[in-house]
């Protein structure tokens, strides 16, 4: 496993557990209980919302930056697919099969050019 693997599920696991540690301090500030027995705690729901997203902001921030640095730790590291040629052996045998005909038709070529240059030497 290469380095930038490790690092990255490192900042991955950190990033998943500071996002869920933001969740649960946010709903520990929100939800007070000692407040809700007593009777002075503001029952709205923007007030709830408010005081739940002020808790997680630098929670979630940090779980952001977090998952970024692991993503890119595991982009980095991740195993590049090499492209390799097919070479199977169907496929280098009709080439070479091909080649030998290219072969053999231009040596016969040849050879009858030189016999009819024979020829006319001949008869001179």
């Avoid at 705690?41 to 779980?63: K, N």
Wanted: proline fraction near 3%; charged fraction near 20%.
């Amino acid at each position: 496993m290469k380095a930038w693997k490790v690092v990255g599920y490192i900042f991955t696991c950190l990033g998943t557990i500071s996002f869920f540690y933001g969740f649960f301090a946010g709903l520990m500030q929100t939800i007070n209980p000692a407040a809700m027995f007593s009777g002075s705690s503001d029952p709205s729901i923007d007030s709830f919302l408010s005081q739940f997203i002020t808790a997680i902001t630098p929670w979630m921030a940090l779980a952001t930056f977090l998952f970024i640095a692991g993503g890119v730790g595991l982009y980095v590291g991740r195993t590049k697919k090499i492209i390799k040629p097919e070479l199977h052996q169907d496929n280098v045998d009709f080439r070479f099969e091909t080649l030998e005909e290219t072969i053999d038709k231009r040596f016969q070529e040849i050879t009858k050019r030189l016999d009819a240059i024979e020829e006319e030497q001949k008869k001179n």
